[in-house]
């Protein structure tokens, strides 16, 4: 019988033939859509492009037939001041209610996309980045986090799908501020993980577009090309005379990965300064999320499945769940199908009761559009019309029934 057999590249073996993997086949440099690993190199090159595979067995060699799954010795959890040795961590609370909020992050949040797609035109214009105008910009978005993450969580969902590099840039600092108030970061440290989000993917502008945005495959001497943007970055940042460590190791090492697969050194644990463990995890999470020219995105709820399932592998394990603490299962901006059939926007969490925030319904349980949108808090809306049990079947991809996400006001 045939079976398909999800499996870690780490535990991979001679043998084995995989079948799918975790990410497109045209962002790796693997000819064959399917193939025996029969060679030491096979591994390495799957364990440098993929974090998991599918094997199928009964194309399996016998010798590469081992599927059980290694036990992974757990190792004890990092307590947060342990992470942070030298800081003085502090206990956020939300002092401004959704309402109150949301209409200061749009500013902010709109001010930000300004100045980045500026800083980002004249940088690639040829000249030099302008880090006084970033460090202004981030001000306001890290007031608003500060105050309450909810509403730039929102406008970070929202974000245009155009200019990806742009728009990347702005959902990964929202993501690290999110993150640093989670962990309790002081605000010098939201202010770094602020820069370096909008900056650690500075270097792309000197990659050919052409590279960054092909949905075909790329050669050997194309993939050294992309991802020597991190070294281009660097050089950029050099060049402003920013001495921000902190930044400097995001923009720098933002694609080690925990296991040591990354580049550029093949850093792994606690080898990797711990801003650009934290810059891995947004940086991965918005790009999975987002529209990109070769992968659409998918549902934030399926992205934080794939971060958790990734512990320990890619991203480090304390890091990933403090991520999944600070912007939910369901952040603001999901699209969800509730239990009665109705499509909803998140609008806000309950950070005691992730599973059941407040939602606005835009389309009733035949999918049509309603006269009217209503709110629905679903902490004490526990019953639907019907007298149903009501609460959320399931998180959508973006785009679903053809909603467009930047057209709804609140």
Same mark, same amino acid.
């Given at each position: 019988?045939? &079976?398909?057999?999800?499996?870690?590249?780490?535990?991979?073996?001679?043998?084995?033939?995989?079948?799918?993997?975790?990410?497109?086949?045209?962002?790796?440099?693997?000819?064959?859509?399917?193939?025996?690993? &029969?060679?030491?190199?096979?591994?390495? +090159?799957?364990?440098?492009?993929?974090?998991?595979?599918?094997?199928?067995?009964?194309?399996?060699?016998? &010798?590469?037939?081992?599927?059980?799954?290694?036990?992974?010795?757990?190792?004890?959890?990092?307590?947060?001041?342990?992470?942070?040795?030298?800081?003085?961590?502090?206990?956020?609370?939300?002092?401004?209610?959704?309402?109150?909020?949301?209409?200061?992050?749009?500013?902010?949040?709109?001010?930000?996309?300004?100045?980045?797609?500026?800083?980002?035109?004249?940088?690639?214009?040829?000249?030099?980045?302008?880090?006084?105008?970033?460090?202004? #910009?981030?001000?306001?978005?890290?007031?608003?986090? #500060?105050?309450?993450?909810?509403?730039?969580?929102?406008?970070?969902?929202?974000?245009?799908?155009?200019?990806?590099?742009?728009?990347?840039?702005?959902?990964?600092?929202?993501?690290?501020?999110?993150?640093?108030?989670?962990?309790?970061?002081?605000?010098?440290?939201?202010?770094?993980?602020?820069?370096?989000?909008?900056?650690?993917?500075?270097?792309?502008?000197?990659?050919?577009?052409?590279?960054?945005?092909?949905?075909?495959?790329?050669?050997?001497?194309?993939?050294?090309?992309?991802?020597?943007?991190?070294?281009?970055?660097?050089?950029?940042?050099?060049?402003?005379?920013?001495?921000?460590?902190?930044?400097?190791?995001?923009?720098?090492?933002?694609?080690?990965?925990?296991?040591?697969?990354?580049?550029?050194?093949?850093?792994?644990?606690?080898?990797?300064?711990?801003?650009?463990?934290?810059?891995?995890?947004?940086?991965?999470?918005?790009?999975?999320?987002?529209?990109?020219?070769?992968?659409?995105?998918? #549902?934030? +709820?399926?992205?934080?499945?794939?971060l958790y399932e990734a512990k320990d592998v890619d991203f480090q394990a304390e890091l990933v769940e403090e991520f999944i603490q600070a912007v939910g299962i369901y952040p603001a901006g999901t699209l969800v199908e509730l239990s009665s059939g109705e499509v909803a926007v998140v609008v806000a969490e309950y950070r005691t009761r992730r599973l059941r925030p407040r939602v606005m319904v835009l389309l009733g349980a035949d999918k049509e559009p309603l006269g009217s949108v209503r709110t629905v808090d679903l902490l004490r809306e526990t019953q639907d019309a019907s007298g149903q049990p009501l609460g959320i079947a399931q998180?959508?991809?973006?785009? #679903?029934?053809?909603?467009?996400?930047?057209?709804?006001?609140?």
């Open positions: 019988m045939i &079976e398909i057999v999800k499996i870690y590249t780490s535990d991979l073996e001679l043998g084995m033939h995989v079948s799918g993997l975790d990410r497109p086949w045209l962002e790796t440099p693997f000819v064959l859509q399917g193939f025996r690993i &029969e060679t030491e190199e096979d591994l390495r +090159s799957l364990r440098k492009f993929c974090q998991f595979v599918f094997i199928d067995t009964e194309k399996s060699s016998q &010798e590469g037939y081992t599927l059980q799954r290694k036990v992974r010795i757990q190792r004890p959890r990092i307590p947060k001041q342990a992470m942070f040795p030298t800081r003085q961590l502090k206990t956020y609370a939300d002092s401004a209610a959704w309402a109150e909020e949301f209409p200061r992050a749009e500013t902010a949040v709109r001010e930000l996309s300004t100045g980045i797609e500026e800083v980002f035109q004249q940088a690639a214009g040829g000249a030099a980045l302008d880090v006084v105008r970033v460090k202004r #910009s981030v001000e306001p978005m890290i007031d608003s986090i #500060s105050r309450n993450p909810d509403a730039c969580i929102w406008l970070a969902r929202l974000k245009q799908q155009d200019h990806y590099t742009y728009q990347h840039s702005l959902g990964a600092s929202i993501w690290a501020v999110a993150l640093g108030r989670q962990l309790g970061l002081p605000r010098s440290d939201l202010r770094s993980l602020a820069i370096g989000g909008l900056l650690f993917d500075v270097g792309k502008l000197r990659v050919d577009p052409e590279l960054l945005n092909t949905d075909r495959q790329l050669t050997p001497e194309e993939f050294t090309e992309l991802r020597n943007h991190v070294v281009y970055g660097a050089e950029m940042i050099g060049a402003t005379g920013l001495m921000n460590t902190d930044v400097i190791a995001m923009v720098t090492h933002h694609h080690e990965r925990h296991n040591g697969s990354g580049y550029p050194r093949g850093l792994h644990g606690d080898e990797i300064p711990i801003f650009a463990r934290i810059a891995a995890i947004v940086d991965c999470y918005d790009a999975i999320t987002s529209h990109r020219a070769y992968a659409r995105a998918i #549902s934030p +709820s399926t992205a934080i499945k794939m998180a959508l991809e973006p785009d #679903s029934y053809g909603i467009d996400m930047t057209s709804i006001r609140l």
